[in-house]
């Protein structure tokens, strides 16, 4: 069983940046992979970003590549979602989620065992 506990979310203006963060706990943090999604109400889930177990490997999707940086501290437990030049269009609630002894390209919700509560991301033009 694995806790995962999202930060990092608010109102930004279009061109600022975000981090996100989201901290594990119970089972062997670097046994998972980690991945990023976000949703807007009356949509699905969206994939973001996706890390392997040991940072190496790292999977965007098209939206975000180039702006969007996935990495991980696994001393720490935490996955982290660096969101540069945000545009209205970023505006969701971003999850993170782990998927035991997966790799960077898993990106389909069904993949992911485990699913944090979720951080509102806001961004004004």
């Known amino acids: 069983q694995v806790q995962l506990v999202e930060s990092g979310g608010g109102l930004v203006q279009a061109g600022d940046s975000l981090r996100l963060s989201c901290v594990a706990s119970g089972r062997t943090f670097s046994s998972y992979a980690m991945g990023w999604f976000r949703q807007v109400p009356g949509k699905e889930r969206e994939f973001v970003a996706a890390i392997s177990r040991s940072g190496g490997s790292r999977f965007y999707a098209d939206s975000v590549k180039g702006r969007f940086t996935i990495s991980r501290d696994n001393a720490k437990n935490t996955v982290y979602l660096q969101m540069n030049s945000l545009n209205p269009e970023d505006t969701a609630v971003y999850y993170c989620?782990?998927?035991?002894?997966?790799?960077?390209?898993?990106?389909?919700?069904?993949?992911?065992?485990?699913w944090g509560q979720g951080t509102q991301v806001t961004v004004s033009s």
């Open positions: 989620a782990a998927n035991e002894f997966g790799t960077s390209r898993h990106s389909s919700p069904p993949d992911y065992d485990y």
